[in-house]
T-cell receptor
């Protein structure tokens, strides 16, 4: 079954304590990306990756890091979380060839930073 | 940078009627315009997309139109059904796929009245 998995699904942490949210896909997709979703602000892209070792900033990259050492994994790292990073986070992977576009989102990770 | 505005923020239609959601974008370099459906408690789902070389695309009850001159695009859902109730997001990207920087609209909550 094609899927994008995220871990953890829920996390409560404190300001300044480094954390990593993992994202893994089993479809061999080249493209992966991270988004955050906040009430009233909709979805905003944090980082995206076009392939292994190729990453770039999205709309709101401040306070986040990513790495793409393997095709299937794209972890999101918060080196020093702050309360304004409390949000719902989604990872996605996608495949594009000509007019064909396939994209899958993970189930989301709800993060609370105290 | 790109800015995407989406209207209306909420929409209620009678089952069987049509629903139309409109988006405008600011960057004339945008080429890829996807639409997403997000059901309660789930991640977004890509439902249809359109590229700048096409004016209209249809998939069963869903259609999307693009007016590059006016920089607006719309989602049309015909013969609405209860399962169409969800939040819908439009987005715009300078590439021809989701594998790039992407900006989302603020979302439309669609409710289908039985």
């Amino acid at each position: 079954e094609a899927q994008v998995t995220q871990n953890p699904r829920y996390l409560i942490t404190v300001t300044g304590k480094k954390l990593t949210v993992t994202c893994s896909q089993n479809m061999n997709h080249e493209y992966m990306s991270w988004y955050r979703q906040d009430p009233g602000l909709g979805l905003r892209q944090i980082y995206y990756s076009m392939n292994v070792e190729v990453t770039d900033k999205g709309d709101v990259p401040e306070g986040y890091k990513v790495s793409r050492k393997e095709k299937r994994n794209f972890p999101l790292i918060l080196e020093s979380p702050s309360p304004n990073q409390t949000s719902l986070y989604f990872c996605a992977s996608s495949f594009s060839r000509g007019e064909e576009e396939t994209q899958y989102f993970g189930p989301g990770t709800r993060l609370l930073v105290l | 940078g790109e800015n995407v505005e989406q209207h209306p923020s909420t929409l209620s239609v009678q089952e069987g009627d049509s629903a139309v959601i409109k988006c405008t974008y600011s960057d004339s370099a945008s080429n890829y315009f996807p639409w997403y459906k997000q059901e309660l408690g789930k991640g977004p789902q890509l439902i249809i997309d359109i590229r700048s070389n096409v004016g209209e695309k249809k998939d069963q009850r869903i259609a999307v139109t693009l007016n590059k001159t006016a920089k607006h695009f719309s989602l049309h859902i015909t013969e609405t059904q209860p399962e169409d109730s969800a939040v819908y997001f439009c987005a715009a990207s300078p590439s021809y796929s989701s594998a790039s920087k992407i900006i989302f609209g603020s979302g439309t909550r669609l409710s289908i009245r039985p």
